[in-house]
């Protein structure tokens, strides 16, 4: 599934109502909602923790309840299956719609006791849940988490320096190529732009290379790999913008050159046409995500390659998503819980998940693993996994979206001036976080 934009005013709101709730019942943010206190349930997120570790134990009568989307639906059940025959504990997964959708009804199923005892969470939605006090640490299984999960997946899973998700799947997009029309993939733009050259033809709907251009998702490599960042310290400092420093308009200045080989206005450029020309063999290079195989796999030979790099040798950083296994804090089994969102996303059982759904692991030796790294598809894009940043998980990157998308349309259709153009961006982003304080 394509990464969204997922921080919405609604969602907020419901999160602020939550905090307000969670301050009045119990001042701590962790409240298990099954009458035991935070120290029986709720550890604190250190692996120091001992006492707890040597203690856990699923509670008596446990039964749990998972939140997942359609496509995950079968695997669930059958790690359920599993889950119950080595632990006794029965596992009932009911169907709740994208991930926005679990984040919305935890805010308010959740305090209520309606909430499944664990959902999925994109990355992006951990830190707005876990402020509102709504999911639990990933305290007992931190230490075997943090050494057996990409470190990209855990950071992204993390929120204030605390670990939350237990990591399941992560997402990026890569260079698909038609073998037919490129025997052998570039590894550089200036090979595109030298390809664009023979292929182009325009006339007849010929054409080098097609992204979103107009979307900061997509084009951020063009912000990143270059020494530009969004925000300082990880992500986490909004008084520290690097969308216009020398670094992004360095890349935003090669971005313009791209157009040599792609000439067309952004707004020609949509999933539709992209995907249509691709499949018709007049597309010879497709940025796409793995969420695209299926419409591909029997109607075009094509490869999965990472994202060329730039002239003087920098690879291209994408943005990456990560999917991550996630305890409501309100659930009367948080030990039942803990051990189930650990389980499923087990080497083995992430390995299963691909096999079953084509998910591309967050486990590291999973990923490792050679059913993973022979996969024609899914090793591109983790080959390029291994060269992207995890969105930021802050509110206030909802704020970047609309002036970012803004600043690579005016430079690609319009020509406009890079610099020129990423100041006013990060003006504009500046004055959206100053109206929030």
Not at 196 to 209: A, G, L, V
Not at 229 to 245: A, P, Q, V
């Amino acid at each position: 599934m394509k990464w969204k934009r997922t921080m919405l005013p609604v969602f907020s709101a419901m999160l602020t109502f939550v905090l307000i709730l969670n301050a009045c019942s119990n001042g701590n943010g962790n409240s298990s909602g099954n009458g035991t206190s935070s120290t029986e349930t709720n550890a604190q997120p250190s692996s120091a923790n001992t006492e707890m570790k040597k203690e856990l134990k699923t509670e008596e009568g446990a039964k749990l309840v998972v939140w997942e989307t359609k496509d995950q639906l079968e695997f669930v059940k059958e790690v359920g299956k599993k889950f119950e025959e080595q632990y006794g504990v029965p596992v009932t997964v009911k169907e709740v719609g994208a991930d926005k959708e679990q984040s919305d009804r935890l805010a308010t199923d959740g305090p209520a006791g309606l909430a499944a005892d664990i959902l999925t969470l994109p990355h992006d939605h951990i830190g707005l849940n876990a402020k509102a006090g709504l999911i639990l640490p990933n305290d007992y299984f931190e230490e075997e988490t943090r050494t057996s999960s990409t470190e990209s997946a855990v950071t992204a899973s993390t929120f204030e320096g605390v670990l939350y998700g237990y990591p399941k799947a992560v997402e990026t997009y890569a260079l698909l190529y038609n073998k037919d029309l490129v025997p052998s993939p570039p590894t550089t733009w200036e090979d595109i732009i030298e390809f664009s050259k023979t292929f182009n033809d325009p006339t007849n709907n010929k054409y080098t290379i097609m992204w979103d251009l107009g979307s900061f998702y997509y084009s951020y490599i063009f912000y990143s790999s270059l020494g530009g960042y969004i925000f300082g310290k990880e992500d986490t400092d909004t008084s520290d913008i690097g969308l216009n420093n020398d670094g992004a308009i360095k890349g935003l200045t090669y971005f313009k050159k791209l157009k040599s080989a792609l000439p067309l206005n952004s707004g020609d450029i949509t999933g539709d046409v992209k995907s249509q020309l691709f499949q018709q063999g007049k597309l010879a290079f497709n940025i796409d995500g793995p969420w695209a195989i299926s419409s591909f796999r029997d109607k075009v030979n094509f490869g999965v390659v990472s994202l060329p790099k730039f002239p003087s040798g920098e690879q291209s950083i994408s943005f990456s998503g990560v999917k991550s296994y996630c305890v409501n804090a309100y659930s009367k089994y948080p030990n039942a819980a803990r051990l189930f969102a650990h389980f499923a996303t087990s080497k083995e059982n992430q390995l299963l998940d691909y096999k079953m759904t084509g998910i591309i692991p967050a486990n590291s030796e999973a990923a490792e693993d050679p059913i993973i790294q022979q996969d024609p598809y899914i090793s591109g894009f983790y080959q390029q996994f291994t060269h992207s940043n995890p969105m930021p998980s802050i509110p206030e990157f909802d704020y970047v979206w609309e002036p970012t998308d803004g600043a690579l349309v005016s430079i690609w259709n319009n020509d406009a001036d890079p610099k020129t153009t990423l100041d006013t961006a990060v003006e504009t982003i500046k004055q959206k976080l100053q109206l929030k304080k």
